[in-house]
């Protein structure tokens, strides 16, 4: 595995050719509430879903560093392609985690993903604000040591391809209720998708809703029985590390791509106030992009640092989980900011279906949706300063 030095060009993996067919399909997926089918394909083809995967098994050993630069530039160019494709980033990046970590337990991830099997993160449901910590998914133990999951998914990108899909649920058999991690088969039985994603934004990722109706998992695909709370495990800093940082990854090449647009306006637009001089040259949207700009700015070294820490495996401690929050939230809402400037400084032009702001302005609010959202982001980074809450009977 690279190290935390940014060694993987991203423009060898994702030239500008194969990026400009990406982008050119990016509306017609987004106008048809379509999968990304051909941009799937394209990628398998280039190698991109074996980022994570080592060399020497065929894949392009790259760091995590490496796949925040790829991800980033993905985005730019189709934000619901590259937030779909992190979701089998996700789980081959963790399963890189660990093998770095020298913990062999996800070793078959990146060996399946070497055979050409997609992964998809079925972690999320609807009202479990514990997220990673506890479940309203069922995990029932089987005689030969598998699991059975019934329950709902929520959020489940690739929905249209993936075949594997790491997932869990909570068994309450014993005398203390476990969370139980694993890994099911698309082509076994027990699971069913609702076809119900139709969107404000990220339309192409087409995360439908999962419904697990006893959906098994192997004993040789069951990788953690943890029990319900926070959890030091290795599973739990490595999913959460490689999702806030390659989530991260993501809406800052919007935002990357949104300011480029931006200026691109600016320099396009003439004002006839001002006798038919580009808006470049008017002090206050000159302003507004460099706002636009410093803001931006301020996020790229915290994302590369982040992401250089997780491969060269720093010991930050407890103070892991607040920097990675704090990532994801200031990552995402950057974004926002930045497109909405840019949206500001485009013009009208930008509130029509035609125009790519205007998509990257619904793509981009998807960030708030996903973890950690602000409130757990500001609690987790309080509690690092100020230490927990008092419960009522210490009041």
């Given amino acids: 595995m690279r190290g935390g030095g940014l060694d993987l060009d991203p423009s060898t993996?994702?030239?500008?050719?194969?990026?400009?067919r990406i982008r050119s399909r990016a509306a017609g997926y987004d106008e048809r509430n379509e999968f990304f089918r051909e941009d799937i394909e394209e990628l398998t083809t280039a190698g991109y879903l074996k980022a994570f995967v080592p060399e020497g098994d065929g894949g392009l050993g790259a760091s995590l560093a490496d796949v925040v630069r790829l991800q980033r530039r993905l985005a730019s160019a189709a934000p619901a392609t590259a937030l779909g494709i992190n979701m089998h980033l996700v789980w081959t990046g963790v399963a890189r985690v660990f093998q770095a970590r020298g913990d062999s337990s996800l070793d078959?991830?990146?060996e399946e993903a070497a055979a050409g099997e997609v992964f998809a993160f079925g972690i999320s449901e609807a009202g479990n604000d514990s997220v990673l910590f506890d479940s309203v998914t069922t995990a029932t133990p089987l005689p030969d040591g598998a699991y059975a999951y019934t329950g709902v998914k929520v959020f489940t990108s690739l929905a249209p391809v993936w075949t594997?899909?790491?997932t869990f649920g909570k068994d309450e058999t014993g005398p203390e209720p476990r969370l139980v991690y694993?890994?099911?088969?698309?082509?076994?039985p027990g699971w069913r998708h609702l076809d119900d994603w139709d969107t404000l934004g990220m339309r192409a990722s087409q995360s439908c809703t999962t419904v697990l109706e006893g959906a098994v998992a192997t004993a040789d695909r069951i990788v953690r029985r943890l029990p319900v709370g926070?959890?030091?495990?290795?599973?739990?800093?490595?999913?959460?590390?490689?999702?806030?940082?390659?989530?991260?990854?993501?809406?800052t090449g919007i935002a990357e791509r949104a300011l480029d647009l931006g200026v691109q306006a600016a320099h396009r637009r003439k004002s006839l106030r001002n006798g038919g001089r580009p808006y470049s040259q008017d002090p206050d949207i000159r302003w507004q992009l460099a706002d636009a700009a410093i803001a931006l700015d301020g996020v790229l070294p915290q994302l590369e640092r982040i992401a250089g820490d997780v491969d060269?495996?720093?010991?930050?401690?407890g103070a892991w989980f607040p920097a990675l929050s704090g990532l994801k939230h200031r990552s995402t809402e950057t974004a926002r900011r930045v497109v909405d400037i840019a949206m500001r400084v485009g013009g009208g032009g930008g509130y029509f279906r035609s125009s790519e702001l205007q998509r990257l302005y619904r793509d981009v609010l998807a960030g708030?949706?996903?973890?950690?959202?602000p409130e757990s982001a500001h609690a987790t980074v309080a509690n690092a300063l100020l230490g927990p809450l008092e419960d009522e009977a210490g009041s």
């Fill in 164 to 166: 594997r899909m790491g």
């Fill in 368 to 373: 708030l949706y996903h973890p950690s959202d």
């Fill in 312 to 317: 060269g495996i720093e010991d930050r401690g």
């Fill in 108 to 110: 078959f991830v990146l």
């Fill in 13 to 20: 993996v994702l030239p500008d050719q194969l990026l400009e």
């Fill in 182 to 188: 694993g890994f099911i088969r698309r082509d076994q």
């Fill in 230 to 251: 926070p959890n030091p495990d290795l599973l739990i800093f490595g999913v959460f590390a490689v999702f806030e940082t390659l989530l991260a990854a993501v809406y």
